[in-house]
């Protein structure tokens, strides 16, 4: 089995797996069987066009599931932040928006860091420029630099990317 033919076959159980556990119709029959042969049929035109490929389907790289679960933890963190900063007494928010140094060149990682500070809660990225980041916070307390380094270097890790 070449390589192109192994991405085709994970990309096919993710799209199931989230087919079965988003369309709320689960394991039953016979939409389950029309999604996974539509499922086959658009992943194996997607091979045949050549357009799958390593950075396409990064299921297989395991170091992106260490990441995932560290940004699960980071998310749980900043929701419990902003839910004590929404519920204090006097709310005293400071929104703020910043800028952050990215040393990232390949798109997918590009692409994850800037999603992950969206995923986190208090931080949206605003804009994509070649060398960094414009991020909106919720409050001037979450743009502390070091938390962003510490997403980017994650972010390398989990990529394999060398940064410029």
């Known amino acids: 089995m070449t390589r192109k033919w192994l991405y085709g076959l994970t990309l096919t159980v993710v799209l199931t797996a989230m087919w079965v556990l988003l369309s709320g119709y689960g394991l039953k029959q016979p939409l389950l069987?029309?999604?996974?042969?539509?499922?086959?049929?658009?992943?194996?035109?997607t091979v045949r066009m050549g357009l799958l490929d390593g950075e396409s389907t990064p299921y297989l790289r395991l170091r992106y599931y260490a990441y995932w679960g560290w940004l699960g933890g980071e998310i749980v963190k900043a929701n419990i932040a902003?839910?004590?900063?929404?519920?204090?007494?006097?709310?005293?928010?400071?929104?703020?928006?910043?800028?952050?140094?990215?040393?990232?060149?390949?798109?997918?990682?590009?692409?994850?860091?800037?999603?992950?500070?969206?995923?986190?809660?208090?931080?949206?990225?605003?804009?994509?420029?070649?060398?960094?980041?414009?991020?909106?916070?919720?409050?001037?307390?979450?743009?502390?630099?070091?938390?962003?380094?510490?997403?980017?270097?994650?972010?390398?890790?989990?990529?394999g990317e060398t940064g410029g």
């Open 82 to 159: 902003v839910v004590r900063m929404v519920m204090a007494p006097v709310i005293d928010i400071k929104p703020a928006v910043t800028r952050t140094p990215v040393t990232l060149r390949d798109d997918v990682a590009r692409a994850t860091l800037a999603n992950s500070y969206t995923l986190t809660p208090g931080t949206v990225t605003m804009e994509i420029q070649e060398t960094g980041f414009i991020l909106h916070a919720l409050d001037e307390s979450f743009c502390g630099q070091d938390g962003f380094r510490a997403f980017e270097r994650r972010v390398k890790a989990a990529t």
């Open 33 to 45: 069987s029309l999604a996974i042969v539509s499922i086959v049929l658009t992943v194996f035109m």
